[in-house]
């Protein structure tokens, strides 16, 4: 149930929180997204960039609003994950998401050279992610 919860909030930020059943956190972070993702020019970058338009993508972000976006997606993912069981180590299961948030801070930073940004910005968010939460299932 754990990993769902996870899983719920990677496919859009706040998703996990409703299936944990915490539905004002749920809906606040719904709403954060949605104003992230529209002022930052989000999708616009995805769909550009995945049709080969890689600079397009890159001139279409609004970068002020997509700084803040891979640190409230990882929180997001770490608060679902570490909400959906009790009693849960706080300190050492929060660190691959730390370190997912700051690898995609630095992609953001350092998009322009990149061969596809949208996707490898959210690799190096995803794979430690999940790295952590298969480290730390047990837990």
């Given at each position: 149930?754990?990993?769902?919860?996870?899983?719920?909030?990677?496919?859009?930020?706040?998703?996990?929180?409703?299936?944990?059943?915490?539905?004002?956190?749920?809906?606040?972070?719904?709403?954060?997204?949605?104003?992230?993702?529209?002022?930052?020019?989000?999708?616009?970058a995805?769909?550009?960039?995945?049709?080969?338009?890689?600079?397009?993508?890159?001139?279409?972000?609004?970068?002020?609003?997509?700084?803040?976006?891979?640190?409230?997606?990882?929180?997001?993912v770490?608060?679902?994950?570490?909400?959906?069981?009790?009693?849960?180590?706080?300190?050492?299961?929060?660190?691959?998401f730390?370190?997912?948030?700051?690898?995609?801070?630095?992609?953001?930073?350092?998009?322009?050279?990149?061969?596809?940004?949208?996707?490898?910005?959210?690799?190096?968010?995803?794979?430690?992610?999940?790295?952590?939460?298969?480290?730390?299932?047990?837990?």
């Amino acid at each position: 149930m754990r990993n769902i919860a996870a899983l719920f909030s990677m496919l859009m930020p706040g998703f996990g929180q409703l299936y944990n059943r915490q539905f004002l956190k749920g809906v606040f972070l719904l709403i954060v997204e949605h104003y992230d993702n529209v002022f930052g020019k989000i999708n616009t970058a995805i769909h550009l960039d995945f049709n080969g338009f890689h600079q397009k993508a890159l001139e279409a972000a609004n970068f002020q609003y997509v700084l803040f976006y891979p640190g409230f997606y990882a929180y997001t993912v770490w608060d679902a994950w570490y909400f959906a069981k009790p009693h849960a180590n706080k300190a050492k299961s929060g660190i691959p998401f730390l370190i997912g948030g700051f690898l995609g801070e630095f992609g953001v930073i350092f998009a322009f050279p990149l061969p596809i940004p949208t996707l490898t910005v959210g690799l190096l968010m995803i794979v430690p992610m999940i790295t952590g939460m298969i480290i730390f299932r047990n837990q």
